[in-house]
């Protein structure tokens, strides 16, 4: 069973940054896509950005050139660097895997002065 912790988030400033982590536990973590999505209040949950098993990764457009994905396979981690934040950014960001669509609790992002 995949089990994934999601952590780094907080509150940041607009133009801070921060760096979220998605830890997994119980499975072969290189053969996993792993995707970072989020949802603010009253949206729909969406992508952010993903990662493949070689490292391939791809990002939102309102994202790119402010995030970075990375993964770390001896650590069976994911990352996620924000620079730049937005106001916008505000939301609760999740990690989740592929196959078998695994997710993590989530952890919350809050873009504010």
């Known amino acids: 069973q995949v089990q994934l912790v999601e952590s780094g988030g907080g509150l940041a400033q607009p133009g801070g940054s921060l760096r979220l982590s998605c830890a997994a536990s119980?499975?072969?973590?290189?053969?996993?896509?792993v995707g970072w999505y989020r949802q603010a209040p009253g949206k729909q949950r969406e992508l952010v950005a993903a990662?493949?098993?070689?490292?391939?990764?791809n990002y939102a457009d309102f994202v790119k050139g402010r995030v970075t994905i990375s993964r770390d396979n001896a650590k069976n981690t994911v990352y996620l660097q924000m620079n730049s934040l937005k106001p916008e950014d505000t939301a609760v960001y999740y990690c989740?895997?592929?196959?078998?669509?695994?997710w993590g609790q989530g952890t919350q992002v809050t873009v504010s002065s």
């Open positions: 989740n895997l592929n196959p078998g669509d695994h």
């Open positions: 990662i493949s098993s070689s490292g391939h990764t």
């Open positions: 119980g499975s072969i973590f290189s053969l996993y896509v």
